[in-house]
């Protein structure tokens, strides 16, 4: 009955009371996980396991628009994170954390300030990554391939090496004293917007265009679709998202950056997570992206050998099910479909003549 009357009302306030709420139980379960780690220390890894949960599904659902649903080869993923991650943590670090400062400690001005200017950070890191992504994208895409995958690999490499640099943001030596203000809730929120973002995107002109370039460039580009600016596009959304991850990474503690993060290592996690959940399944992204965080973690004793795991994992995926575990389909497509009671399927639908 509920579902029924929300469904009355216009898109954008359903919207919005379907935000309202979302918000209200992310801040419930923050606040309780909050309150778990400060009566049980050892509660501050496992949140710490669930943030980089949602930043790798964030990470992989985004890096899945451009490989799955676009059809490119990207392996510059984590270059694009690692702009967001630098640039967000610079503005907080030299900008935003001396203007909250000035507020009283706890006080409700500086919550209200931290978190306002933290949002304007995410979305400035999100911002200069897609801005990277686009400067990447506009004259390597018309590459294909693995000449595409080339291109982008090299382009994480020349980010990597220009951090290694760049003294302002800690060169080498890393970047330290990056202001703790990520937390499960913003984590997740943003999680949840990319997996919306990306099922949205998938079911709009757009994303048919994605899918058309996905299945045949070629054919698709003789119908009239602009193939290079679709893929920019594909390429400027998925950096944005990456950004978005990585000034999330950035902020969470114990807030400190590497450029060794950011290597093609880094990036190469990420395609496995893609190829593993099934390429073009947003669901599949998610799970896989939860299963490899888990298993990152319980390899952490012999992480040496995490190599040579990944590669065991995808010979024995590609010789068992080559399509990924869901392959092209959702969780949700193997759910019970509701049968019509219309009557249609007891023949008393309206007749043909």
Not at 194 to 217: H, N, P, Q, W
């Amino acid at each position: 009955m509920r579902g029924k009357l929300l469904k009355n009302f216009p898109w954008l306030l359903r919207d919005l009371i379907y935000l309202a709420v979302f918000v209200a139980i992310l801040l419930g379960i923050t606040y309780g996980l909050d309150y778990a780690a400060s009566v049980w220390p050892v509660m501050r890894y496992y949140n710490r396991i669930l943030a980089m949960i949602g930043i790798n599904i964030t990470l992989a659902v985004s890096l899945n628009i451009i490989n799955g649903h676009a059809g490119q080869f990207s392996l510059g993923h984590a270059g694009f994170m690692g702009v967001g991650a630098y640039m967000s943590a610079a503005m907080t670090f030299y900008t935003f954390a001396p203007i909250v400062a000035k507020y009283p400690e706890g006080s409700t001005q500086a919550f209200l300030a931290q978190n306002g200017l933290f949002l304007v950070a995410i979305l400035i890191g999100g911002i200069t990554a897609a801005t990277a992504g686009y400067l990447v994208g506009l004259p390597s895409l018309r590459l294909r391939g693995d000449y595409l995958a080339i291109v982008t690999l090299g382009f994480g490499e020349i980010i990597r090496v220009i951090i290694l640099n760049v003294d302002k943001v800690g060169a080498a030596r890393g970047f330290s004293g990056i202001p703790t203000w990520a937390n499960f809730f913003w984590v997740y929120f943003f999680c949840v917007m990319t997996i919306v973002i990306s099922i949205r995107l998938v079911a709009s002109s757009v994303g048919r265009a994605f899918l058309a370039i996905r299945e045949d460039e070629i054919a698709a580009n003789a119908m009239g679709v602009d193939t290079t600016r679709y893929k920019v596009k594909a390429f400027v959304i998925g950096s944005f998202l990456a950004g978005v991850a990585g000034a999330l990474f950035a902020h969470y503690p114990p807030a400190y950056l590497n450029p060794t993060a950011f290597t093609f290592l880094r990036s190469f996690d990420l395609v496995v997570m893609v190829v593993l959940g099934g390429l073009g399944s947003i669901s599949g992204s998610i799970v896989a992206a939860i299963v490899l965080t888990y298993l990152q973690e319980g390899l952490r004793a012999f992480s040496e050998y995490r190599m040579v795991v990944y590669a065991l994992v995808l010979i024995i995926l590609m010789r068992t099910r080559p399509q990924g575990l869901l392959g092209r389909r959702e969780l949700w497509d193997f759910l019970p479909k509701r049968k019509d009671t219309t009557g249609r399927e007891s023949g008393s639908g309206p007749a043909v003549d």
